[in-house]
């Protein structure tokens, strides 16, 4: 047992305690509070995981407040544990919240001036919220942090302008059903079982033999609603794209890559670990229905994304479209699938990262982010372009990024379930980004207008003036974190079977069809 | 070639590596000192070619050389093996690739193109891509390397930035990607998850022929994907992107259009037949005329498509598209002989194209023309350049003594080894097509005088557009006089 | 009626709780997704989680038992309890009772939950009523088909006709913005209120009470 795992939420927790305290006094020492305060965090969650690999149960396990779990149903006390999905999960969220704490330097200063206290505050709040969803042990728990990470996740996005708070409201109400369906579920699970360890849970399950009980069923169903909302599953999503696009940067940096995903955890959570792969994935409505629900909302929200003019709100679709991959990939419900969809939790966070930090210096630089105002960005500021567009890249499904990969064994999970329709999908989506993605880098790189008329005087001039054409790069406080996302984005991919051999020993324990050979 | 040597190398991952050190060095040099520019960029050719043709011997002995870059996925390793139809490709790319740079060089200075920085690092990194291509073990590093060539000949394609350019780019993007995004992709995932379950290194070597486990319908539907999942390979329907990017710099039209992309997409489609599936599968897995029947059709129709095009660049981009009609054709035939004189015919056919390309573009920078109505007394002002004209067209026609006789021979003889006589005729019929649309352009600038001009004074291109257009042409008759060497890198000779 | 077995008393006599919570949680619903006023929505929110409280109270409730405090014949810190805590080597441990006297009391746990659960409630409230607040500042409503309306116009000021190909939906509509806009001002007495978006937010920032850290520290507690 190690209080290693604690640390994890407490390093955030305790500096926004700090930022709140100390930031009276001087607003400065907020930025480097939150900076370290995220490394120690990411500190912690790196020796978690290097303990739940080596440990021969592959996880770590700590007892709030020294309870014991010696009872049947087990459980008294709240307890974390980190097997090796919550401690993969876990350094995400702490890596994100490291690199934007990083990031936020001037953006904090610039769109919310005399608030960094506040948001500081907020900011570290929302990180142990979310790294606590990927630790804890405890149905009910779960629910108080995804609060948590709800409230601390509203007051970062409306703390931008009017526009934004207006969109929070939507946030706050959608947020606030999904959460409460989900502690519905979880007050009938206890009423089945009598304890919330996820564990207890599961082992209750199994010796009264539970499955058929129709509380269970309620329970599934309440637990599942209230997560899709919470990911914004596509027809629940419409809180997302005017939530992420109108707060400020470092919000959007923050929340998009982790909130959604980390809601997808709390999905493979829930199913596999608590309610269990029969309960879950044998009763042939949901794995029935659900494939088909994802092909909806990919098909609208890649859709909506072709009919955006802005890129914040274009990669908020994009979002809503990658969720519906994962959920996709879980319930094609197979092996593949299910590496694919929780390597896409890891590699999605990671370039959807990429893709935000570059929106954001790109609106910093260029003060807009509409379509129209992105030309001769190539020659202007050709690092973040790079570090964009390999976040780009990712996404399509380019190798040797991460994208790929998750793509990769989402594809072949829907080949070995034999969900013609689901891999359709994946593949009409790709398209849809490539020319998502590629008609950015036309608008940036080329000198005609939408229209197709001819701008400047041919051979490579864009017809810009001087001041617009020069080089002019971001700030290194910004510049940086976005390379070293892209750095991460082509790192996973190229060392991806190092991530896929952790998530195969967790899914090892679960009894998953795997297809066959020679069809 | 009974059981052959395997070593450790590290040559074939220097010449991927080295494009990349030429790139660094371009934009390092940047626009401001273009001569050490182009100097990084011939250093980084001539280090690729010297690296290239230091395995020569090796692979001429017998050995086949590996390198072990890195596990893909458990089963699946990013493995480089050098063997002799990759060794031959990568030795026609590499060496073509000194060739156009110096013809660039003449090219872009002539025409005071911009961005010559950017044109540059992209050619260095394309020129990666297809070493890693020719190079690669296995079908996932093979599309690996597939992909980043589309992605790094984008901004080639584009050059021009303006509204063609963007036509252009988008055909070309549009019909790369779609292919190999949503028809390669699931072959692949298919191969890997229903092989040997999920085990498969999907290995060029070891798992040949283990697609012959498939049910039949199967086999088919993945023949299928394969075959128009590599769309650089130029087969119709998926051969539109080809004369769109045409409006790509003459330089990238010569050696990526003609050697390298295209080049890769027929490479990739031999690789699958003959090392995916093998000549024993294919040739008895039945319903695999169709490959034939649709590489005959791509050859006749575009030869035909070809004789209407005005525009000179056009209508060697519609020569190109049946000329890789040729090397799918011999491919799929799925006999030594013919799978043999497919690979020859990658390296003919992009000696004989680069030269009549290098000539379009010599043209266009010494007099503006671009059509082949506007070429009337061209002949008496360029005579160099004509004249190598005239040998390239001769060698896609496939005259001896000229490169490109050689593997049309043997892929007839693959045809006749097969009883598939309606090929040979196939053969017979586009040569003579490429007769009529290839001759008229150097029989007008030849034999007919201009009416508008009545000067036929010496206007040549510059030195450096001449010189390496004229050692191309060169370069088709040595492909026929030392041809030994070719033969038994491809396997037809012990 | 209510004879055993018959719907009635299933639905009223044995499971009035959850029967009532389930209307309670339809009517918050209802209101979060069908009214129009966002006070109002926020009022079904209210009754949306008081809902949720009614059930999980009610589930920790039996039938004759009483609160869950040690009586004082079970309590170990009591007068009969004083010999074992003694004896135990860690008397800060928890004591179990046995079931049949467990049976006695009602289960605290479901009620310790909801304690969270109200705090959880109280923020989200708190915070929602100041987003309201500062909705209210900007844009003068608290309708959401008018600040719908609102939003719309802002959006097409700000982009100010550099688009080219947007989409715009209901001329009719977009005829009756600039006379709301009148009311807007004449209302807030300040000028311009939406096209400078900076001074009207640190005007609005001066005047709102830090609503989201007070959310904080209630998490905190």
Known sequence: MSDLIVWIVLFPLFGAVFCSLAGAWSRRICYPVAVLSMLGSVWASVETLMQAILSPVHEVSYLLGGWSLDLFPRGVGIEFRADLLGALIALVVTGVGLIVSIYSKFPVQRETPGKETMYYGLFLLQISGLAGIALTGDA?????????????????????????????????ILGTIGASFYLLGVGYLYLKTGTLNMVGIREVIETNGLLESPAMQVSFVLILLGILIKMAFFPFHAWLPNAYCHAPTTTSCLLAPLVTKVMIYVMIRMTLSVFGVEFSFESTLWTEVLPWLVVVAIVCAAVMALAQREIKRMLSYLIVAEVGYMVGGVWIYNYYGLIGSIFHVISDACMTLCLFLGAGIILEKC????????????????????????????????????????????????????????????????????????????????????????????????????????????????????????????????????????????????????????? | MSTPLIVEDIRPLLALVVPWLGMVGILWAGEKRPNLRECFTFAAASAQAAIVLSLVPLVLSGTIIEFHIWQIFSYVPMLLRVDGPGLLFACVASILWIATTLYSIGYMRGLHEHAQTRFYSFFALSLSATMGVAFSANLLTIYFFYEMLSVSTFPLVTHMQDREARTGGRTYLGYLLFTSLCLLLPALSWCYVWLDGGHLTMDFVEDVGKVGHFSETTQIVLLFLFTF?????????????????????????????????????????????????????????????????????????????????????????????????????GAAIATDRGQGGAVLHIAMHACGKITLFFCAGAIFVATGKKYVSELRGLGRKMPLTMGAFMVGALSVIGLPPLGGFISKWYLALGALDRDATWVVVVLLVSSLLNVFYLLPVAVTAFFRTSETEKDPSFKEAPWACVVPLSLTSLGCFVLFFWSEDLLRMVGLQP | MFEDGSLFTHLLVDRLNYVIYVVLLMIGLWAMVAKNNLIKKLIGMSIFQTAIILFYVSIGVKEGATIPIYLSEHDPHGESGEVNNAQSSQPERPQVLEASLVAGYNNPLPHVLMLTAIVVGVATLGLALSICLRIYRAYGTVEEDELLLKLESEELRSSSGSRTRRWRPRSKRKAKVPKSFENTRSRKGDGDSLTSDGSQDAKARSRRPSKPKKSKDGEAS
């Open chain 2, 229 to 329: 999942g590599f769309a650089k390979a130029g087969l119709m329907p998926f051969h539109s992107w080809l004369p769109g990017a045409m409006v790509a710099p003459t330089p990238v039209s010569a050696l990526l259009h003609a050697v390298a992309v295209v080049k890769v997409g027929v490479f990739c489609v031999y690789r699958v037949y003959a090392d995916v599936f093998g000549s024993e599968v294919l040739a008895n897995m039945g319903g695999e005329e169709w490959t034939m029947i649709v590489a005959s059709a791509t050859i006749l129709v575009s030869s035909l498509i070809a004789l209407s095009q005005d525009n000179l660049k056009r209508r060697l981009a519609f020569s190109t598209i049946g000329q890789l009609g040729y090397v799918v054709l």
């Open chain 1, 367 to 519: 003060k807009t982010t509409n379509f129209d105002g992105l030309r001769g960005l190539f020659a202007r500021m050709p690092l973040t372009m790079i570090g964009f567009f390999i976040g780009g890249f990712s996404i399509i499904g380019l190798p040797p990024t991460c994208g790929f990969f998750s793509k990769w064994y989402l594809i072949t999970g829907g080949m070995v379930s034999e969900r013609w329709e689901y891999m359709i999908t994946l593949m009409f989506s790709t398209m849809v980004m490539v020319v998502l993605f590629f008609r950015l880098i036309e608008r940036m790189h080329l000198a005609v207008s939408e229209d197709g008329k001819n701008l400047g005087a041919g051979h490579g001039d864009l017809g810009l003036s001087k001041e617009q054409s020069r080089f002019d790069e971001a700030p290194l406080s910004m510049l940086i974190p976005l390379l070293l996302a892209a750095s991460i984005v082509l790192l996973i991919g190229v060392y991806n079977q190092e991530v896929v051999d952790q998530i195969e020993v967790f899914l090892g324990a679960y009894n998953l069809p795997t297809g066959v050979s020679y069809k």
């Open chain 1, 140 to 172: 009910f728990n779960l629910y108080v942090l995804i609060e948590v990470a709800a409230l601390t996740g509203y007051g970062l996005v409306a703390l931008g302008s009017n526009r934004a708070a207006a969109a929070t409201f939507n946030y706050v």
